[in-house]
């Protein structure tokens, strides 16, 4: 084991991207590595949320005597600065294209992705790109569900940053295989 220090703790800033459906990441190529950036983004976190189960023997008084690993969830937040066009129509599920100026829209109720609608079908590929990608790791989530937080407030002061949290969360490319989350130096990342 090595020897720690302080030279080991990082600061990772990047940015995001996502591949739309027409895309193919080339994690070989420059950001955004044939996807779409995602616009001025901050904060950017990944969680994981282990599913235990716990065994319990009622001989020795309800102790808990082991634990049964279920599943992971993984979850990448961001804070979005701005109103980016292409962030917009990824993450909001109803967007239109403005009459006028052609600018993206934020539209409820929309045609697009209505009540009882599975997202499944809306998933995407994103990869979070380290500035450093030789020193520090990168995240790829090969299929995610992207949205904004539950409850989305818009500052519209002078005082105060336009910012929208939103969250990917991850799934299995399908039902019986694949990755759901590969956190890694951007060579070791596989599609």
């Known amino acids: 084991m090595s020897t720690s220090s302080a030279l080991q703790a990082m600061h990772v800033p990047g940015r995001l991207s996502v591949a739309l ?3 193919t990441y080339d994690f070989s190529t420059a950001y955004p590595h044939g996807g779409t950036a995602l616009g001025l983004v901050r904060d950017v976190q990944v969680r994981r949320t282990e599913g235990r189960e716990t065994i319990i ?13 279920m599943s992971e969830m993984w979850l990448m937040g961001f804070a979005l600065r701005g109103l980016d066009e292409d962030a917009l129509g990824v993450v909001f599920p109803n967007t239109a294209t403005g ?3 052609k600018n993206k829209k934020i539209v409820y109720p929309g045609a697009t992705i209505v009540p009882g609608t599975l997202r499944a079908s809306t998933a995407l590929s994103v990869l ?7 020193n520090h790791p990168c995240v790829y989530f090969p299929n995610a569900i ?3 937080t539950d ?5 519209l002061a002078r005082a105060a940053e336009l910012i929208i949290t939103c ?3 991850a799934l299995r490319a399908s039902n019986t295989a694949g990755d759901l989350c590969q956190i890694a130096r951007i060579e070791d990342l596989t599609l």
């Open 21 to 23: 459906s027409n895309q």
């Open 57 to 69: 023997a009622e001989e020795f008084g309800q102790e808990i005597v082991d634990e049964i690993y």
């Open 99 to 101: 009459s006028v100026t």
């Open 128 to 134: 979070f790109t380290s500035n450093d990608t030789t």
């Open 146 to 148: 992207p949205e904004a």
């Open 151 to 155: 409850t989305v407030t818009i500052d």
């Open 167 to 169: 969250v990917f969360r």
